[in-house]
C-alpha cells in the first residue's frame, strides 16, 4: 500500500496482521497492524523486498512484482524474481538540478539493466544463503531461528 506518507507492506499468510510501515521521509521502518493502513492507499500485489538503495534523488524501494517458481528444495518453493518496481521515497524531484536530474536518471537506467538480470532467487520457508553443508553442520538453536534472525 502507497500513501504520500508511508510505504504499508502487508503479509498475505493467513492470520497475519502485522503490516512493515516505512516512512518515506525519515526512512524509519516499524510494524504496525492492517488497521492502520489508510483506505485512500493505492495498493498493489509485490512478492517482496529486494532493498532500498540511495540515489542521487535520494532513497528508493525496490520491489519485487513478478514470480516464477522454479524449483523444490525439501518441499520449499524456490523462486526466481523477474520483475521488480523502484519506488521513490520523494514525492517530487523539484528539489534536483538539472544536472542532477539525469544523473538520477542514467542511475536508475542502470540499475533497471542489473535488476533485468537473470539470477534474483529467493524462498520465504528456506534459508538460500546458506550451503546444505552448513545447514547441516549448525546448531538445533541455530535451525529453529527464523529466516530473519539467521
Known amino acids: ?8 507492506v502487508e503479509a498475505c499468510d493467513d492470520g497475519a ?19 492502520d493502513v489508510p483506505p485512500s492507499a493505492v495498493t498493489r500485489p509485490i512478492y517482496g523486498i529486494l532493498g532500498t538503495i540511495r540515489l542521487v534523488a535520494g ?12 524449483g523444490e528444495i525439501f518441499g520449499h518453493a524456490i523462486w526466481k524474481a ?8 520523494k514525492k517530487t524531484m523539484l528539489h534536483l538540478t ?17 535488476l533485468s538480470v537473470d539470477g534474483f532467487y529467493f524462498s520465504t520457508t528456506y534459508d538460500l544463503t546458506h550451503t546444505l553443508q552448513r545447514l547441516a553442520n549448525t546448531s538445533p538453536e541455530f535451525q529453529e531461528m527464523s529466516l530473519l534472525e539467521r
Do not use: G
Open 59 to 70: 532513497t528508493y524501494l525496490i520491489v519485487i512484482t513478478k514470480k516464477k517458481k522454479v
Open 98 to 114: 538539472d544536472i542532477q536530474l539525469q544523473d538520477n536518471k542514467v542511475f536508475l537506467s542502470m540499475l533497471s539493466h542489473v
Open 1 to 8: 500500500h502507497i500513501t504520500p506518507e508511508k510505504f504499508y
Open 82 to 89: 523477474t520483475d521488480f518496481d523502484i519506488l521513490s521515497y
Open 17 to 35: 496482521d502485522d503490516v512493515l510501515a516505512i516512512d518515506r521521509v525519515s526512512t524509519e521502518v516499524t510494524l504496525t497492524v492492517k488497521k
